[in-house]
């Protein structure tokens, strides 16, 4: 007789409870009851679109404050008399305390309180960013210190909430969930730009920037510990492993089992070199363009502040139009056409950073000639690379088991962070510096050395490209790996954990499937 499997229902997510596997011994009779299918865990479905609301809701202010420094850019270079590659080296803090802490945060997110971690995060990246508005000019360093902090922070919250989603929804539901959660990044960015941008023009003071923010994140984080549920891992996909109590992994052991994984290696890969692009073009995209109006004869130079902010506020509203445009055909392409071709989503990622790569090079080799070309290539660049936000994180929790999925965000980000945009702002602006100090101190001369610098960006995301094409070759196969673990089939994995196992009770011991 095979065992029933009860799958999501109109009230919402369900799964195995972790706890309930146990069943009863012999009865007064000496007959062993029938099995009892486990009691799923489960959520209506109201409850789990209003967590997913919530989390969306934090995603935004997470990547607000990934940004904000980059719309008053010029504005925090003249405060602090800091240079083109000392400004790339803000985010490259950022960035970098972000990814050294994330490992951290996987592990504690894959064995403790989710929400006590995000909690935690909340606190920790708002209370950095309002103390560092009162920092005075003559500790330069102890701003770029809390931004490292800030960076801590945020890793909580990048690292943990899509597991989180990912355990409230599942199939084509899930999809549509990282679709909409992913449209916030994008939003959020330019949104950094737009808030920075316009509390400036109101106040003359861009410090008061980084003192809304934290109003904000109150809220949310009263909406965290309110709204949001923190679900058995692996519940909407019913893992057997948790059903049946399996031991937890070691943390080696998770590692070693990714790195295993092809599809996971090579999507990560892809992600180091959007991530790469997105931010040296997030973080230096505003001046570049500012440069170009002043060398085309639209705008005086800027030498003290404050700093004309349109070109900040324009890029902001690019980058919020083409993110929801271009998440939501990513996320809805990605849905209709792996119903015919299961490699879909690998496939998408590969052609729309191919083709980001041409026209944001295009818009770098045409911005001193044609100004406006050069922005409509940059909005296509933009909106390509926003087609793939969704479909990356789609593609990590489809290949990666439950158990390991916090560990797995947790490497994907230091990774993409460690050679990505930890790096690129400060490489962006260093080769500029480089490149102006050998030619004559003029604004022409100046804006070409930004332009130039920027144009390795156009081959990294044609190497992304590249590294999609390779998940697409190994991806059906992790999927049934994945799949196998979901319908209780051993993997060798597991087998290996067996036999070193101990053999239990037989009286706790569920009886045998028939």
Request: with cysteine; glycine share 10%.
């Amino acid at each position: 007789m095979s065992e029933e499997r009860q799958e999501p229902g109109p009230e919402g997510p369900q799964g195995w409870s972790p706890g309930s596997a146990r069943h009863p011994g012999a009865t007064g009779s000496g007959q062993c009851p029938p099995p009892t299918t486990p009691a799923p865990w489960s959520l209506p479905r109201w409850r789990a679109y209003v967590a997913a609301a919530v989390l969306c809701y934090i995603n935004l202010l997470n990547y607000m404050n990934w940004f904000i420094i980059a719309g008053v850019l010029l504005d925090v270079q003249k405060f602090f008399q800091i240079s083109d590659s000392n400004a790339g080296l803000l985010q490259t803090v950022f960035t970098g305390c972000l990814l050294v802490s994330a490992p951290v945060f996987g592990y504690l997110g894959d064995r403790h309180s989710r929400k006590a971690t995000l909690s935690f995060g909340i606190l920790l990246w708002s209370g950095a960013g309002f103390s560092s508005s009162f920092i005075s000019p003559r500790y330069s360093w102890l701003f770029f210190l809390s931004r490292g902090v800030v960076g801590i922070g945020t890793a909580s919250y990048s690292t943990i909430a899509p597991t989180i989603l990912g355990d409230l929804f599942v199939r084509d539901q899930r999809t549509r969930a990282l679709e909409i959660f992913y449209l916030f990044i994008p939003v959020g960015s330019g949104l950094g730009y737009v808030l920075g941008s316009a509390v400036k023009a109101l106040t003359g003071n861009w410090r008061w920037a980084l003192r809304i923010m934290p109003c904000l994140e109150a809220v949310a984080l009263i909406l965290l510990l309110t709204l949001v549920p923190d679900p058995p891992r692996g519940a909407s996909e019913k893992q057997r492993e948790v059903a049946m109590g399996v031991l937890r992994s070691s943390w080696c052991e998770d590692v070693r089992y990714l790195g295993r994984n092809w599809s996971f290696v090579w999507s990560t890969l892809g992600v180091t070199a959007m991530a790469f692009v997105t931010g040296a073009v997030g973080f230096w995209a505003p001046k570049f363009l500012f440069e170009a109006r002043v060398v085309h004869g639209l705008l005086p130079p800027c030498f003290r502040q404050p700093c004309d902010s349109k070109d900040s506020l324009i890029f902001g509203a690019l980058t919020i139009g083409t993110g929801i445009i271009g998440v939501f055909l990513g996320g809805e392409a990605s849905r209709r056409y792996k119903r015919v071709n299961p490699r879909a989503e690998p496939l998408i990622c590969a052609s729309s950073l191919l083709a980001a790569a041409v026209c944001l090079y295009l818009a770098l080799i045409l911005a001193p000639t044609t100004l406006l070309a050069s922005y409509v290539f940059l909005t296509l660049g933009e909106l390509l690379l926003s087609c793939n936000w969704a479909v990356v994180a789609d593609i990590l929790l489809s290949v990666v088991v439950p158990r390991c999925r916090g560990t797995a965000e947790a490497l994907q980000i230091t990774a993409c962070h460690i050679l990505g945009d930890s790096i690129s702002p400060y490489l962006i602006g260093h080769i500029s510096g480089v490149l102006r100090a050998r030619r004559p101190n003029s604004y022409l001369q100046r804006f070409l050395s930004l332009q130039q610098s920027f144009l390795c960006c156009a081959f990294v995301i044609a190497l992304g490209g590249g590294c999609f094409l390779q998940v697409a070759q190994h991806l059906e196969g992790d999927q049934a790996q994945v799949q196998q673990a979901g319908e209780g089939t051993p993997t060798p994995h597991t087998h290996a954990r067996l036999r070193a196992e101990p053999p239990r009770n037989k009286e706790h011991q569920p009886p045998p499937e028939r």
